[in-house]
């Protein structure tokens, strides 16, 4: 089975352009999160979809990142401008919503560099 | 509100020793929880997870996890580590007050020595 997809693998930009970050899910999940990580913050949640609705985007960094999931299939996560603090590995995950038990399951990740 | 705390940042242990990580959770109602790993340049991968039942929870690759209640704890254990077992591992937890979003803890970096 397939499991999430992420693309593109590798980004590398210079600042001030915008990137975009496409993802995905499971087919069948309907809980779609995005998550950045780097080496001084650790793992961090940034937002997150329920049934393509955002349920909580509190750890977007900034105005600069917008995050659409237009059908239960793909979604984006933008970064416009961007800038050299923005490089990070960002990683989609997926999961069942039914109840808080069912695990997410982890795209392989974009790793974005903003030069 | 959810948290979790790994005490451990950075472990390093030889070949055949045993393993231990912490795990503590602060939150007093139901919750599930989870153990992560990340092996170098890889994604997030489920080890095991903890819903109800026997505390003591096996999971892929002879790891195994115990949940304290009365400790707030969920330690990840492993007799005797292989040199693959290099990674960095995240103890993670739900709960019903916040749907499915997963609260991470810091992250443990594990190497073992061949």
């Avoid at chain 1, 950045?36 to 329920?50: A, P, V």
């Avoid at chain 1, 997926?94 to 795209?107: A, D, E, K, R």
């Avoid at chain 2, 509100?1 to 990580?21: D, K, M, R």
């Avoid at chain 2, 790993?37 to 999971?59: C, T």
Wanted: glycine share 8%.
């Amino acid at each position: 089975d397939a499991g999430v997809i992420q693309s593109p693998r590798h980004e590398v930009t210079e600042m001030g352009q915008e990137v975009t970050l496409r993802c995905k899910p499971i087919s069948g999940h309907n809980s779609l999160f995005w998550y950045r990580q780097t080496m001084m913050r650790g793992l961090e949640l940034l937002i997150y979809f329920n049934n393509n609705v955002p349920i909580d985007d509190s750890g977007m960094p900034e105005d600069r990142f917008s995050a659409k999931m237009p059908n239960a299939s793909f979604s984006t996560l933008k970064i416009q401008p961007s800038e050299p603090r923005d490089s990070a590995v960002y990683f989609c995950a997926s999961s069942l919503w039914l109840t808080s038990n069912q695990p997410q399951h982890f795209g392989d990740g974009t790793r974005l560099s903003i030069l | 509100a959810q948290s979790v705390s790994q005490h451990n940042h950075h472990v390093i242990l030889s070949e055949a020793a045993s393993l231990e990580l912490g795990c503590n959770y602060s939150y007093g109602g139901t919750v599930n929880l989870f153990w992560y790993v990340q092996y170098p340049g890889q994604h997030l991968q489920l080890l095991l997870k903890y819903f109800s039942g026997d505390p003591l929870v096996k999971g892929i690759k002879g790891f195994e996890a115990e949940f304290i209640k009365s400790k707030f704890s969920f330690n990840l254990r492993k007799p005797s580590v292989q040199w693959s077992d290099t990674a960095e591992y995240f103890c993670a937890v739900s709960s019903e007050n916040a749907g499915n979003m997963l609260t991470f803890g810091g992250g443990t970096r594990l190497m073992v020595k061949p």
